[in-house]
């Protein structure tokens, strides 16, 4: 049984907050809002209140992280909402955190986002290549807590996330004359993110870097047209291509190699 802390309480981190309990862990987890926090609590989550910026933590930091042999991080960078943070400073504070809280072990939920779309067939042994600026904070940040003497760190790439009410098409319905359709889509579900952070913590796998994708790969055009036509909903429409189109397909060795996991979910 160890004492976790799981660092974003959202889609991703409260189930992953039960399936922990419901293991016989110990779980606090943190939120920026008071009244996500008392709604946590009501529902048996030892809830913290913390609001992580570029200069500062505010909120309860020291009290989260007291006692936590593991911490896991899924907190999302933002970037997209063009919110003007620096995702990296703020990841630089809570690192700062986590070393004064001589918490042992974390485990940095990334994105595939920080490789290039350009990158073409990529797996969890190459570098990215990343270059937007999302793109490099991500990178930045995967940086950051690898190179920490302190503590011990794997890093857990997600592909496009999809599960419960969440699937990538629902923002895609509808829409004309959109790119790169027969670009694979590199997706996983709610289910095996969980099996996998849970392989990490049980496998005692660090000092990693993990790509988490399903090893599926169809086209969106193919994919998304499907998907849309289950969910009834009108298909998102793709323009004819003239060839030499860019994409990337990302893909792990270290799921199954280091992890030994399957994937559950097909896509």
Known sequence: MSNIAIAGMGWL????????????????????????????????????????????????PTGFLKGI??????????????????HALRMLQLLKAVES????????ISSTG???????????????????????????????????AEIKTTVVRFGGLFGGSRNPVKYLAGRTDLSNGSAPVNLIHRTDCIGILLAVIYKNVYGQVINAVNPQ???????????????GLKPPQYASESGGESYKKVDSVKVDKLLGYTFQVDL
Do not use: W
């Not at 067939?121 to 600026?133: G, I, N, Q, S």
């Not at 790969?217 to 969910?231: L, R």
């Open 114 to 148: 920080v490789y290039d779309d350009n990158q073409g067939d990529v797996d969890d042994t190459v570098m990215p290549k990343p270059e937007t600026v999302k793109a490099k904070q991500l990178q930045e940040v995967e940086q950051l807590f690898c190179n920490s």
């Open 69 to 86: 042999e593991i911490l896991i991080i899924l907190i999302p960078p933002g970037l997209r909402n063009n919110t003007g943070h620096n």
């Open 13 to 60: 981190g409260i189930p992953l907050s039960r399936t922990l309990q419901n293991l016989g862990h110990n779980v606090k987890g943190s939120t920026t809002t008071k009244d996500k926090q008392q709604k946590l609590q009501q529902n048996g989550i030892d809830a913290y209140l913390m609001e992580i910026g570029e200069d500062q933590i505010t909120g309860d």
């Open 101 to 108: 809280a001589a918490v042992e072990k974390v485990i940095l």
């Open 217 to 231: 790969h169809p086209s969106k055009a193919d994919y998304y047209a499907e998907k849309a036509t289950e969910m």
